[in-house]
C-alpha cells in the first residue's frame, strides 16, 4: 500500500483537497497522540468521518463534524446552508445513523455580509432540516474584519443514536460496489458557475439529504449486509473508494461504462479537465455491499426517488490492496486521486 | 426591558461582540422559526451557549459549539487550541454537565500556513483535552486560499451527559452573583498584545478548562443551590450578567469594590479605556447562587486552585428587570455592554 507523504512545511490547498496529503495530515499532525475513546468506540484515529460512542447495550452515539467554505455560497441546486446541513446529516446516515438527533451551526460573517444573504441562507437551513426530520439545537456567531474572511463559514456538526453502526473498513473480496446515483453533479455544477458556463447548461448541484435513502438501503440489506459506506464529496468517488479499500484492504475494480454519468456532467468535464470520479457529490453514498443481497440493495435505491440512478459499477478483489483499478472497456488503468487546487472550496 | 435594535442591511462588527446586538442577530435571523426540540430539552430558541436533550430519566445530553478566530493565535497564557478546548468544555460545565463526552474539532487553514504552527496547536489542544479529561474524537480540514481567511479558524463541538442541568435563567431575588476569580485577565491581556504592551507587562490570559473547580461548587452548593451559571467570555461579566438578568427577570446590584481585579489588569485597562468588566474571561464562571448556600460555595471555591480569588460580587433584586446597576461606593449607575469593534476576534 503507498506510505502517504510527510506534509510539508507549510500548508497548501492539496491538504484540504480530501485525497493522500489530507489524510497525511490528520495522521501525522491531528490524529498523532491522540488516544482512541473509550470502551469500544470509535475516534479520531479510525479516520472516519465522525465517531461513534458506546452510550449502553448495543446503543451508539455518532458524532461529526464539517466546517463548509464553499465558494459561491448561491449556486444551481442549493446554497452553502443546505450543503451544511446535507453534508452532515449525510455523514451520520454514512455511520448507519439515519435519525439525526440535533444540529449545531456555527456562523463566522465577514463585516459587511449582506443581512438578506445570511436570511436567505437560514430559510435554506432550516427547510433542509426539515427534509431531513432534524432541527439546529444550538450555535455560535463570530464577526472578522473586512478581507480576514471570505464572506461566510459555516460550521455544523451533528449528533445521532444509532444500534446498526456502519464503518468505512468492512469491504472484504466478492462485495459489490454500489453507488446511488449519478456521479460528480455537485462539483461539475459549481466550477461551471465559476467559470460562467452554468447559465448555458441545465448543470445542477445534487445537494440533499439522503438520510432517507440510506435507510431504505440498510433496511434491504439486512444485518450486516452493507459491508462499509461512504459519502463521495471532497475527492468525489475516487478518494471515497481509496479510503475504504486502503482501510478494509482489499482493492476495487470500477467497470467505468456502469458509472451513472448526466450527459451534462460528461460534457463539462471534458470541457474543463474534470474527471467526473474525482469531483465532489453532496447527495450520493458509495457502499460496499455483500454479495447475496446486492441486487435487494439496488432494487431498493432504485424504487426510492433519490436512487433511481442507481448502480452496482464495481466488485472488491484480492488482488492490489489499497489500490483502484479502474476498467475502461479497453483495458484497465489505476484510478488517480483528486491532488491540489483542481477543486478548491468546492464545499 | 430594553427591547433588541433590528439587524441592519449589513453585519457589522458588533454583530460578534457578545451583546445586545449579537443576541438580536440570533433572534431575528438564526432562531426565528426554528421550532424548540421535542420533549422538554432546550433549543437554540431557548438561546442559551448549549442545547440539552433528553436521554433518559433525569439524564440529559449537553451539546455546545464554538468557532474561534482570535488574533494573535499566540498570546501570553494560551493559544487558539486551549482556548477552543476551554471554551467550549467551559460552556458544557455551565450548563451542569462537568464530564465531557467528547469534543470534535474542525480546522479551516490558510495556504501557507505553517505546519509548526499548525503542530504547535495541536500540542495544546491535546494537552488542554488532558486538563479537563476529555479528547478530541473527529474532526474535519478545510484549506481556503491565500488571502481569503486570516490564518486559522478553529471549531470545538463538545457533548456530555450530565443529570444535573444547570441553565441561565434561574435566578430570583435575593440571589448571591459570584464570580469564581479575577475579571477580564484574557480580554485585557489580548489587548495589550496588540497594542505591543504584553512583555511590559505581567498580563496573561486565564484561559483553562474549568470543570473541575464547576463540579466542587456544584458538589458545595446541594441540589438547585446554583440558581444559573455563564461564562463571562466575549462582553465580559457584563454581558453574561445582563443576559442572566434578563432571562430571569430579575435586576442585579453589583458591588464594585468586591470585584476581583488584578492590579496590572486595572492599569492597562485604564491606558487603554477598557472597562475590565466589558472584556473577556476564559478561565472564570459568573454564578447566581441560592442565599443559603452561598458561604459554602465561597469556600469550596477559594479551596480549589482555580477559584483562590473568587468573591460575591453582587446581589439578585426586584427592581428594574434585565438592568445591571454597579454600586460604585459613591452612587449607583447602569453597568453597559461591550458594542461595536471594541475587541475583535477576541476569542
Known amino acids: 500500500?503507498?506510505?502517504?507523504?510527510?506534509?510539508?512545511?507549510?500548508?497548501?490547498?492539496?491538504?484540504?483537497?480530501?485525497?493522500?496529503?489530507?489524510?497525511?495530515?490528520?495522521?501525522?499532525?491531528?490524529?498523532?497522540?491522540?488516544?482512541?475513546?473509550?470502551?469500544?468506540?470509535?475516534?479520531?484515529?479510525?479516520?472516519?468521518?465522525?465517531?461513534?460512542?458506546?452510550?449502553?447495550?448495543d446503543r451508539w452515539l455518532v458524532i461529526t463534524t464539517d466546517s463548509h467554505v464553499i465558494q459561491p455560497i448561491f449556486f444551481p441546486g442549493g446554497d452553502i446552508g443546505r450543503l451544511s446541513v446535507s453534508g452532515t446529516v449525510n455523514d451520520l446516515a454514512m455511520m448507519g445513523a439515519t435519525e439525526p438527533l440535533a444540529l449545531t451551526c456555527a456562523t463566522i460573517l465577514e463585516d459587511g455580509f449582506r443581512r438578506d444573504d445570511l436570511e436567505r441562507i437560514w430559510r435554506s437551513i432550516r427547510a433542509t432540516c426539515g427534509e431531513a426530520g432534524t432541527t439546529v439545537v444550538t450555535g455560535d456567531t463570530k464577526v472578522m474584519r473586512h478581507g480576514e474572511l471570505d464572506g461566510i463559514v459555516l460550521n455544523t456538526t451533528g449528533i445521532a443514536l444509532t444500534d446498526r453502526f456502519v464503518g468505512d473498513a468492512g469491504l472484504r473480496p466478492g462485495d459489490r460496489i454500489l453507488v446511488t446515483g449519478t456521479v460528480g453533479d455537485h462539483g461539475l455544477a459549481i466550477m461551471a458557475t465559476r467559470n460562467e458556463l452554468a447559465l448555458e447548461t441545465a448543470l445542477c448541484s445534487d445537494v440533499g439529504p439522503i438520510n432517507g435513502l440510506v435507510r431504505a438501503l440498510l433496511d434491504a440489506a439486512g444485518p450486516g449486509g452493507v459491508a462499509a459506506m461512504k459519502d463521495p464529496t471532497r475527492g468525489g468517488v475516487s478518494s471515497a473508494l481509496h479510503e475504504m479499500a486502503a482501510k478494509s484492504k482489499v482493492g476495487v475494480v470500477i467497470d467505468e461504462q456502469a458509472v451513472p454519468l448526466r450527459d451534462e456532467v460528461r460534457a463539462v468535464g471534458e470541457l474543463l479537465g474534470i474527471d467526473p470520479l474525482l469531483a465532489a457529490n453532496e447527495g450520493k453514498a458509495v457502499l460496499g455491499v455483500r454479495p447475496d443481497v446486492a441486487d435487494a440493495v439496488l432494487a431498493a435505491a432504485r424504487a426510492h426517488p433519490l436512487g433511481r440512478d442507481a448502480a452496482i459499477i464495481g466488485v472488491c478483489v484480492t488482488e492490489r490492496p489499497g489500490?483502484?483499478?479502474?476498467?475502461?472497456?479497453?483495458?484497465?488503468?489505476?484510478?488517480?486521486?483528486?491532488?491540489?487546487?483542481?477543486?478548491?472550496?468546492?464545499?
Open 1 to 57: 500500500m503507498r506510505a502517504l507523504r510527510p506534509v510539508g512545511d507549510r500548508i497548501t490547498m492539496e491538504h484540504g483537497a480530501g485525497g493522500g496529503a489530507m489524510r497525511a495530515l490528520i495522521e501525522q499532525i491531528f490524529a498523532d497522540g491522540l488516544g482512541d475513546v473509550a470502551s469500544g468506540g470509535i475516534g479520531l484515529a479510525a479516520m472516519d468521518d465522525g465517531a461513534v460512542l458506546p452510550v449502553g447495550d
Open 323 to 347: 489500490a483502484v483499478v479502474l476498467d475502461t472497456g479497453f483495458g484497465r488503468r489505476l484510478l488517480g486521486e483528486a491532488t491540489g487546487e483542481l477543486l478548491p472550496r468546492i464545499c
